[in-house]
């Protein structure tokens, strides 16, 4: 059975930080690429970022290239996700997926999913 479950959202200013943790079992870890995908009120979900299974390659959307940072390491049970200079259209729903492939930004190629953790950025 695959599990992912969320940590780290909270409430920040516009420009703040925060770091949000996905831990898998070590199953998955072994098998799956990892990433994020976020929802907004009254939004699409859409996709964020991924990671391949041994931490080697990431693929970003071009909405937080060069603000966010996805990483693990090839023997972590744990994933994150560095969120810096955060903006108020980043506030939403962030979910933890897994996924055979890192190098896709399609929710159909992400079949496990945690339950979300909310991230708010006030302006």
């Known amino acids: 059975q695959v599990q992912l479950v969320e940590s780290g959202g909270g409430s920040v200013p516009t420009g703040g930080s925060l770091r949000l943790s996905c831990t898998a079992s070590r199953r998955t870890l072994s098998n799956y690429a990892l990433g994020w995908f976020r929802q907004a009120p009254g939004k699409e979900r859409e996709f964020v970022a991924a990671?391949?299974?041994?931490?080697?390659?990431?693929f970003y959307a071009d909405s937080v290239k060069g603000r966010f940072t996805i990483s693990k390491e090839s023997t972590e049970t744990t994933m994150y996700l560095q969120m810096n200079n955060l903006k108020p259209e980043d506030t939403a729903t962030y979910y933890c997926v897994g996924g055979r492939w890192f190098n896709t930004n399609r929710e159909r190629d992400f079949g496990h999913w945690g339950q979300g953790t909310q991230v708010t950025v006030s302006s």
């Open positions: 990671i391949s299974w041994n931490g080697e390659n990431t």
